[in-house]
């Protein structure tokens, strides 16, 4: 599969707790984002990866959101303490400078 | 007010209908205009994109992007059942790395 790739595709987990989600791009490719999408809406820009350097986050990533893509391969997005509010399909994206961006399949989380 | 707005639907056509979706923008720095189709539970997927003000078609898909106006439509002709998705609008401003800004999505029902 050449695809992007996310991991797991579904988790729940009780308020409070931390959970990491992990995204594998196309291989070769240099940008990696990572976008929020809740019911009814359309995504929303978290953060940005150009290599290894993470190089824009947005308002929304509070600090309780850390994101990492070490050696400019892989990244994973970290929330800490969930929220209720933080129940969305996190959808990373990954291109090479001159491209627009492959989505991946997304995870989705449910925080009770 | 949000940079991108796009009508939510739902919006129900039989088999074989002219489908319009439109989405308005308010930042003029907008420079690349793409449109994604969205199944359920999935990630967008590309479907076409422009750059600037103009016309593009690929088989039954028709884009259109009117910069005086800032106002973009995606034509769907014939309409198919496998056309039932969210579509989502999205744009790019001049300069950057390719951040898309989203419109909310257009739920879209195609009835044999």
């Known amino acids: 599969d050449t695809g992007v790739s996310q991991d797991p595709r579904h988790k729940i987990t009780k308020r409070g707790q931390n959970v990491t989600f992990r995204c594998d791009p196309i291989?070769?490719?240099?940008?990696l984002y990572w976008y929020r999408q809740t019911l009814g809406q359309g995504p929303e820009f978290l953060t940005y990866f150009q290599n290894e350097a993470q190089l824009e986050k947005s308002r929304l990533l509070s600090d309780r959101f850390s994101a990492e893509r070490p050696k400019g391969s892989f990244s994973t997005l970290e929330i800490q303490r969930t929220e209720q509010g933080d129940s969305a399909m996190y959808l990373c994206?990954?291109?090479?400078?001159?491209?627009?961006?492959?989505f991946g399949p997304g995870t989705r989380l449910t925080v009770l | 007010q949000k940079e991108v707005e796009q009508d939510p639907g739902p919006l129900s056509v039989p088999e074989g209908a002219i489908v319009s979706l439109n989405c308005t923008y308010s930042?003029?720095?907008?420079?690349?205009f793409m449109w994604y189709r969205q199944y359920s539970r999935k990630g967008p997927e590309l479907l076409m994109y422009?750059?600037?003000?103009g016309n593009k078609e690929d088989g039954r898909f028709t884009a259109q992007v009117d910069k005086s106006s800032k106002y973009i439509s995606l034509f769907i002709r014939d309409s198919q059942p496998s056309d039932s998705a969210t579509y989502l609008c999205?744009?790019?401003?001049?300069?950057?790395?390719?951040?898309?800004?989203f419109g909310a999505g257009t739920r879209l029902a195609v009835h044999p």
């Open positions: 994206a990954s291109s090479v400078s001159t491209e627009l961006g492959f």
């Open positions: 999205a744009m790019i401003p001049s300069g950057g790395y390719n951040k898309l800004i």
């Open positions: 930042n003029s720095a907008f420079q690349y």
């Open positions: 422009t750059y600037s003000s």
């Open positions: 291989s070769e490719h240099n940008r």
